[in-house]
């Protein structure tokens, strides 16, 4: 993913508000898709999404470019998602939904709709890891600095929910793939 214009960044932090709407209309399509694979429901990220960027703004002063800034924002998005996911008591729900459900392989359905579905169908900690490895193409560092894990976490977390996904996808792909 391509960084802003680190002048843009420098005003933003500075108080101007243009440089900050420019680094909104940047950022906000990313991060509601953040925030949609964390919490799938689209009112939620909505709203979660709108909660980060005010947070982000609020704290933009704090923000001393160690990181990327999308490292950064990304940061603030996943900590803003889970906020909501604990204050809805989400998480607890998902985690036990999760032992009930399994994943639709409806032939009438697109494969881009199963997988939407299969990744959806992840425990958290999997999911959030695999959505920033391989949908927002973060490097592993990176995405170990956004959720605050260490390196071979990240690492494991994504190997273990490619197998996950495999194991829902592959099946359903065969089965269709047999059939004449």
Same mark, same amino acid.
């Given at each position: 993913?391509? &960084? ?7 005003? =933003? !932090? ?13 950022? *906000? #399509?990313?991060?509601? !898709? ?7 429901? &689209? ?6 999404? *709108?909660? $980060? ?5 609020? @704290? /933009?002063?704090?923000? !001393? ?12 998005? +996943?900590?803003?998602?889970?906020? &909501?996911?604990?204050? =809805? ?7 036990? *939904? ?8 409806? +032939?009438?359905?697109?494969? +881009? ?8 169908? /992840?425990?958290? &900690?999997?999911?959030? =890891? ?5 949908? @927002? ?5 990176? =995405? #170990? $600095?956004?959720?605050? /894990? ?6 494991? +977390?994504?190997?273990?929910? !490619?197998?996950?996904? $495999?194991?829902?996808? /592959? ?10």
């Amino acid at each position: 993913m391509p &960084e802003p214009d680190p002048q843009v960044v420098r005003a =933003a !932090r500075g108080g101007d508000i243009g440089a900050f709407e420019s680094l909104v209309r940047f950022y *906000q #399509a990313h991060v509601w !898709r953040l925030c949609f694979h964390l919490l799938h429901d &689209e009112t939620l990220a909505d709203d979660v999404t *709108q909660e $980060a960027l005010v947070k982000a703004y609020r @704290f /933009l002063p704090t923000y !001393r470019g160690e990181s990327k800034f999308s490292t950064w924002l990304y940061s603030i998005t +996943r900590n803003c998602a889970l906020d &909501e996911l604990r204050k =809805a008591g989400r998480r607890h729900d998902l985690l036990t *939904q999760l032992g009930r459900e399994t994943v639709p392989s409806h +032939r009438d359905h697109s494969v +881009r709709i199963e997988v939407r579905e299969a990744i959806a169908a /992840l425990p958290l &900690e999997l999911r959030e =890891a695999v959505v920033l490895i391989d949908m @927002f193409g973060t490097s592993y560092s990176e =995405a #170990a $600095a956004i959720l605050g /894990l260490p390196l071979g976490t990240v690492k494991s +977390r994504v190997h273990r929910a !490619r197998l996950v996904l $495999a194991r829902w996808l /592959l099946p359903a792909s065969q089965g269709s793939a047999g059939e004449a």
